[in-house]
């Protein structure tokens, strides 16, 4: 995990400023920093075995993901189609192609694709290896 984070350092301080010029080919745009889920709680990095997943979703029109949770922080990219994710408290996000989140930790969610197109997702998942990705409620 030590190796990865000065792994992404040394790409943050010294290979992306050269790829940020001009007349670079190479240009980068930073699609999500934050250090808080979408409903505004800070992130923390499980303890353990580091394990990163990255998952590609296609969700149809009119289906839902049904109640879920994840235990570690995830996020996620929209390369298609429109997805409301629901919180149990009634707060929502609506998320289009081209937008990114860092979803909810721990708390009891649900996405729905509220398009007319298949949703295509791309969710990275910043986890250990014993840990589940989603939890379904029961």
């Excluded at 235990?71 to 289009?96: A, C, I, M, W």
């Excluded at 979803?103 to 014993?130: L, M, Q, S």
């Amino acid at each position: 995990m030590k190796i990865a984070l000065l792994t992404l350092s040394f790409l943050m301080v010294v290979v992306i400023p050269v790829f940020a010029q001009e007349e670079s080919p190479i240009h980068g745009t930073t699609v999500l920093e934050t250090s808080t889920s979408w409903d505004g709680k800070l992130l923390q990095y499980p303890k353990g075995e580091a394990k990163v997943t990255g998952v590609l979703l296609e969700i149809a029109p009119g289906t839902e993901t049904g109640w879920h949770l994840h235990s570690s922080p995830n996020f996620g990219y929209v390369l298609d189609g429109v997805l409301q994710v629901s919180l149990e408290d009634g707060r929502t996000k609506q998320l289009k192609a081209g937008e990114a989140l860092a979803e909810v930790v721990n708390t009891y969610h649900n996405g729905k694709n509220i398009g007319e197109i298949p949703v295509k997702i791309v969710v990275f998942y910043i986890g250990t290896t014993d840990q589940a990705l989603t939890k379904m409620k029961e």
